[in-house]
């Protein structure tokens, strides 16, 4: 029997219903004559609240709440890929094809496209045992992924028959299984799965793999690993989403999960148009093949916002699971802890510090503590990165939000605005970010690009943290006062910081950098500081080395030296040989 209850308070998404309903915890419940989608967020024998996930305007006492008997899910299954949902995981397209430019109340749109036919080849036989993540058919899905349909996590029996390999939609039975006590479960290609509870794995693994990102500043001075964490905080302006778009487009992650949350319409707008235009450069197929988008904008109502971040984790893994690489982009979580604020506050809950809930900080745990590279229940590997954008307002890094993301995150990339301002992207200032990954990945950076490579990495950042000192210093007398091995430094930091850090997204060869040229230009950078500090031990002002072009040509390396040239590094180290000979015979 379907249960009831019946609404006697409405504030904002809030609903209140009286008496004891016997609804359940988390359980999805349709309110109201439109059916809006709501949830069971607190429980009391006199009253029963309810958050709702679509506008409640209109709403009033008397009408009736009736009960679902399963918490707020997700479907899962082919078809997520090279899609764009909203926060409860409905397709915009078929939204757009009921009600138009706007999300319609209680529009009622199945997740995934039921009546598409898919070319399934099956990977199980009859009388084989299986379990929970075993794959039981394969899926072309797109062009570059093979989707793996899994055994739901919690079931375990006896294959009794299979289809043969054909087309068949979500909802066509292709398996059927005898469970262990004796009934009969069909299977299909598509599940269902609470999105507020993790997906079960066998084991976590430490991290040792460096997410590339080919951003250089990333993957030399402050690296994520596959399977970790990190943190993007920035005022307006500063390149947040830029950052995770150069990252989406160019790391070596599988697939792509951008969560756009609370973002603006038509920042959103533009991310959806410049991601379907995209073109992956590993594949060549379109960049939508190996990504989905969840589209909550600012203006649609704050309890899907809460939602969407979870939405999104969850697809995650239903992918990780299938033993692939996933990496997703939440922008900007500043504005899920907004709607937590904005809920809570309905909720007539204690405020903690900037009217925050006091559980700010165990949400945000536990939305980060779902990354990891896992060992799957089928025997696979796979990862899922998490890279949230921050939006502290007027750029204060000491806000709450960013203060508690920075406890579980290991990786945190502060974007400064004067940098912004100054034109210098991306924007990552290298003295307040930092990465607790180094030491996890050093032996992958040893055996896979150089073994001089953390050796490198450590100069380039004292000498950057040197130049940082210095200009304290000009900043009070000027930089005439200061001895040729401080000028030079300050010039060296200036290659490293115009040669190295800066780079352009729009230029062919500087958008993304592999870690082999990565190295090389640290190494001719650091060759160059090595050959001019011995020049300045012998007496030649910096003013004698400066007279040759050879600074700026190091700088230039990024635009002259394509990623398949890397042979003119080497060539451009003789060149500095040359210099350092030719000053010494010039002022014998």
């Not at 997700?74 to 409860?88: C, K, M, Y």
Request: negative net charge; hydrophobic residues 40%; contains cysteine.
């Amino acid at each position: 029997m379907t249960k009831t209850g019946i609404i006697y308070g409405v504030n904002g998404p809030i609903v209140y219903l009286r008496g004891n309903t016997g609804f359940k915890m988390s359980e999805m419940v349709y309110v109201g004559k439109e059916n809006l989608v709501g949830e069971v967020i607190n429980l009391t024998t006199d009253t029963t609240t309810v958050q709702v996930y679509e506008e409640t305007t209109g709403i009033k006492p008397g009408e009736e709440v009736t009960a679902t008997g399963d918490a707020i899910s997700v479907t899962l299954g082919p078809g997520i890929l090279n899609n764009i949902f909203d926060g409860i995981e409905r397709p915009l397209s078929e939204i757009a094809k009921e009600g138009g430019a706007y999300i319609n109340r209680g529009v009622s749109v199945d997740s995934l496209d039921t009546a598409k036919l898919w070319d399934v080849h099956m990977t199980v036989k009859v009388g084989q045992e299986i379990y929970g993540g075993t794959i039981i058919a394969e899926v072309p899905e797109t062009s570059a992924i093979t989707h793996k349909s899994m055994v739901p996590p919690n079931v375990e029996g006896r294959i009794v028959s299979v289809v043969e390999d054909g087309q068949y939609n979500i909802t066509d039975t292709i398996a059927v299984v005898q469970l262990l006590d004796g009934t009969e479960m069909k299977l299909t290609l598509a599940q269902k799965w609470p999105i507020r509870v993790p997906r079960p794995t066998q084991k976590r693994f430490p991290t040792s793999v460096p997410l590339i990102t080919g951003q250089r500043i990333l993957d030399t001075l402050f690296p994520i690993a596959k399977g970790g964490t990190a943190a993007i905080p920035g005022g307006f302006g500063t390149g947040k989403t830029m950052t995770q778009h150069q990252i989406a487009k160019w790391s070596d992650a599988d697939i792509i999960v951008y969560i756009g949350c609370g973002e603006r319409g038509n920042e959103m707008t533009q991310v959806l148009e410049d991601f379907s235009q995209l073109v992956d450069p590993k594949s060549g197929n379109p960049l939508m093949d190996r990504t989905t988008l969840i589209a909550n904008t600012s203006n649609m109502p704050v309890a899907a916002r809460e939602a969407s971040i979870y939405t999104g984790i969850t697809l995650a893994e239903y992918y990780r699971d299938m033993g692939y690489d996933v990496a997703i982009m939440a922008d900007s979580t500043s504005r899920w802890a907004e709607a937590l604020r904005e809920l809570s506050g309905r909720l007539e809950e204690m405020p903690a510090e900037e009217g925050f809930p006091a559980y700010l900080a165990s949400k945000l745990s536990a939305f980060y503590e779902r990354a990891g590279m896992m060992e799957n229940l089928n025997g696979t590997e796979g990862s899922v990165s998490i890279i949230g954008a921050v939006s502290p307002q007027g750029g204060d890094f000491s806000e709450p939000v960013t203060q508690n993301t920075k406890r579980f995150v290991r990786c945190f990339w502060g974007l400064d605005k004067s940098l912004a301002y100054a034109r210098h992207f991306p924007a990552i200032h290298w003295l307040t970010s930092y990465s607790e990954y180094m030491d996890d990945l050093t032996p992958w950076y040893r055996s896979n690009v150089s073994a001089n490579f953390m050796e490198c990495r450590s100069q380039i950042i004292s000498l950057l943290n040197q130049e940082s000192s210095l200009m304290e210093i000009v900043k009070l007398i000027g930089s005439d006062v200061l001895p040729d091995e401080q000028k030079l430094v300050l010039e060296i930091a200036k290659a490293i910081r115009l040669g190295f850090l800066q780079q352009n997204a729009f230029h062919p060869e500087d958008t993304c950098v592999p870690m082999e040229k990565q190295y090389k230009m640290m190494d001719v950078i650091l060759y160059l500081y090595t050959k001019s500090k011995a020049l300045v031990a012998m007496g030649m002002p910096m003013s004698v080395l400066k007279e040759d072009n050879i600074f700026e040509r190091v700088v230039s390396v990024k635009y002259d030296v394509a990623n398949s040239e890397l042979e003119k590094l080497d060539q451009l180290k003789k060149d500095i040989d040359d210099f350092y000979n030719k000053v010494i015979d010039k002022n014998a």
